[in-house]
């Protein structure tokens, strides 16, 4: 099994642009989480859903959207880039709730010059 | 809301020393805890959990932690380290009710470096 799957791994992107982070699991989770990594923040929560078609709000969700057409695919986009969000993205899925560990993709490195 | 207090930002030790980091977490109810690892350049895997049970977990590569519920504590042992544990240490935890469990909260992270 792939386990999750994150593309691309790197990018730059300029102030204002827009861009769509891919994730993919193949395990058939339910659960399925979009983190930012920040040196000495530790992983804050953008956006989690909970099953096809149900997204909701983590702790940092501005500037960014998200949708869940699929089990399989949790796709983050970033709309208007701002350096802010120059950071390292983490996508994630476990079985249920309450139930197992998180399975983490590679990480994809943004940069917004 | 739960949340994790990892306190530690960096260790520095030597080869074959003990290491104990820090983990508290605020939440009233039943949580399960996690510990996970970042080794430079990749992405987190898991360390070990605690779901119920004896409070003693054992992980991979050596690591243990203890729960003490009455200090809302999982602090993360290790006996002897060796260089190949530098890395990033995360805590996390997971109530098991309401509707904060469908979220794993994460600490700040701890930076080890072990010396050779």
């Known amino acids: 099994n792939a386990g999750v799957t994150q593309t691309p791994k790197f990018r730059i992107l300029k102030i204002g642009q827009s861009m769509t982070l891919q994730c993919a699991q193949d395990?058939?989770?339910?659960?399925m989480y979009w983190y930012r990594q920040d040196p000495g923040m530790g992983l804050k929560l953008i956006y989690y859903?909970?099953?096809?078609?149900?997204?909701d709000k983590g702790e940092v969700p501005n500037g960014y959207n998200v949708s869940r057409s699929t089990t399989e695919d949790f796709p983050l986009r970033l709309e208007l880039a701002a350096p802010s969000q120059t950071s390292v993205y983490f996508c994630a899925s476990r079985k249920g709730q309450g139930v197992g560990e998180l399975f983490f993709g590679e990480g994809s490195r943004l940069t917004v010059l | 809301a739960q949340s994790v207090s990892q306190h530690n930002h960096h260790v520095i030790l030597s080869e074959a020393a003990s290491l104990e980091l820090g983990c508290n977490y605020s939440?009233?109810?039943?949580?399960?805890l996690f510990w996970y690892v970042q080794y430079p350049g990749q992405h987190l895997q898991l360390l070990l959990k605690?779901?119920?049970?004896?409070?003693l977990v054992k992980g991979i590569k050596g690591f243990e932690a203890e729960f003490i519920k009455s200090k809302f504590s999982f602090n993360l042992r290790k006996p002897s380290v060796q260089w190949s544990d530098t890395a990033e240490y995360f805590c996390a935890v997971n109530a098991k009710s309401s509707g904060s469990a469908r979220q794993l909260t994460f600490g700040s992270g701890t930076q080890l470096t072990v010396l050779p």
């Open positions: 859903s909970v099953g096809a078609g149900i997204t």
């Open positions: 395990m058939n989770h339910n659960y």
């Open positions: 605690y779901f119920s049970g004896d409070p």
């Open positions: 939440y009233g109810g039943t949580v399960n």
